[in-house]
């Protein structure tokens, strides 16, 4: 899954980073949160 940088982000984006921290190859605190 790979993340575009943006000047502007909306809700939708950060859908996609909490997918990120939270799959298997993220961050492990993100996962048990």
């Known amino acids: 899954m790979d993340f575009q940088y943006k000047d502007v982000y909306d809700i ?8 990120i921290l939270r799959s298997p190859g993220g961050c492990p ?4 949160q």
Do not use: Q
């Open 29 to 32: 605190w993100d996962r048990e």
């Open 12 to 19: 939708n984006d950060l859908l996609k980073i909490m997918a």
